[in-house]
């Protein structure tokens, strides 16, 4: 299972349409967009998706990051997802460069609850650190 988490806090995933590759989906479809792609070179065939998804195998890889920021300079103006691991400190640089939501794991769910996902929450986090530094 995985849970859907925006600035209202944890929900389930509304998203029912399927997702598939770049150039492969059909109306309502959202797009399964590698980490890796050549954002420029699919953009005419994801650019009408109502849901992009893209994937971050590990916290540490942020490439998914630059592909969400392009997407926006590109024009895109439909709903973009990270799935996978990114972490609730991340979750302020998600929406930063323009992502909605974020899909994590149940498991991750549990190690880090809503409240630690807010956008308020990790300023404050963070704003705490820095003075004690």
């Given at each position: 299972?995985?849970v859907?988490v925006?600035?209202a ?11 598939a590759?770049?150039g ?13 792609a ?17 994937p971050?195998?590990?916290s540490?890889?942020?490439r ?11 024009g ?10 990114v972490?609730a ?25 809503a409240p630690?996902?807010s956008?308020?929450?990790?300023l404050r986090?963070q704003?705490?650190f820095?003075?004690s530094a």
């Amino acid at each position: 299972m995985s849970v859907i988490v925006t600035d209202a806090g944890f929900g389930p995933d509304g998203f029912n349409a399927g997702f598939a590759a770049p150039g492969e989906q059909s109306g309502g479809q959202g797009v399964d967009l590698p980490n890796d792609a050549d954002v420029v070179a699919v953009f005419d065939t994801i650019k009408d998706a109502p849901l992009i998804r893209i994937p971050f195998p590990s916290s540490a890889d942020g490439r998914g990051f630059t592909i969400a920021a392009r997407l926006r300079d590109l024009g895109y103006r439909g709903k973009l997802r990270a799935q996978g691991h990114v972490i609730a400190e991340q979750y302020r640089k998600a929406r930063g460069v323009g992502f909605d939501e974020v899909e994590i794991d149940d498991a991750l769910a549990a190690r880090q609850p809503a409240p630690q996902w807010s956008p308020v929450q990790t300023l404050r986090y963070q704003s705490k650190f820095r003075r004690s530094a």
